[in-house]
């Protein structure tokens, strides 16, 4: 097989492979992958409907960029409230870089209770998280440890608290 036919090969796997076929043979991309492919090229219009839909069905990487774009306003009004509840959807569905999203929001009060037990779960997990971003890994863990390092010292409760946040981190485990 020349080069030429093997690209044509590798290019029409990939296209078969983004888009889906339905039964009236009209062919459809994945929302993921249209979405986020307009998030990048920061056509935020254009790349909220497909993420949308994404996070309907559940991608947790949808949910997380809704999230960002509300944060910080891209493409739509600013609302901290709905990035909460896109980033504690992306979370829940086990995306890393969310989960250390929500801990700092539950750490801080920002339109969640503020529960620090349930902040420290959640960066227990992001620091444990193959799919958190580096970055939000380092920080997880240092976050944990000052958390440890100022309170369990100077707070008999706090480490009922810490166990109280590894069991919370590791029943989730189990569950998702």
């Not at 009004?77 to 509840?85: C, F, G, H, I, P």
């Not at 440890?148 to 569950?175: F, G, H, M, S």
């Amino acid at each position: 097989m020349n080069n030429f036919a093997l690209a044509l090969l590798v290019i029409s796997t990939a296209v078969l492979a983004a888009c889906s076929v339905t039964s009236s043979g009209h062919k459809h991309a994945d929302p993921f992958a249209v979405g986020e492919a307009f998030y990048l090229d920061r056509e935020y219009l254009k790349a909220l409907d497909p993420l949308l839909e994404a996070a309907k069905n559940g991608n947790g990487r949808a949910n997380y960029l809704l999230g960002e774009m509300h944060e910080l306003a891209l493409g739509v009004s600013q609302s901290e409230a709905l990035a909460t509840t896109f980033y504690l959807a992306a979370a829940q569905q086990g995306y890393g870089d969310a989960q250390y999203k929500i801990a700092s929001r539950y750490e801080s009060g920002t339109y969640v209770p503020r529960d620090k037990t349930e902040a420290l779960k959640w960066y227990l997990l992001a620091s444990e998280n193959p799919t958190s971003n580096p970055k939000f890994k380092g920080v997880s863990a240092m976050h944990i440890s000052l958390f440890l390092q100022i309170t369990v010292d100077n707070c008999p409760t706090c480490k009922e608290q810490l166990r109280d946040a590894e069991a919370r981190a590791a029943a989730w485990k189990q569950a998702y």
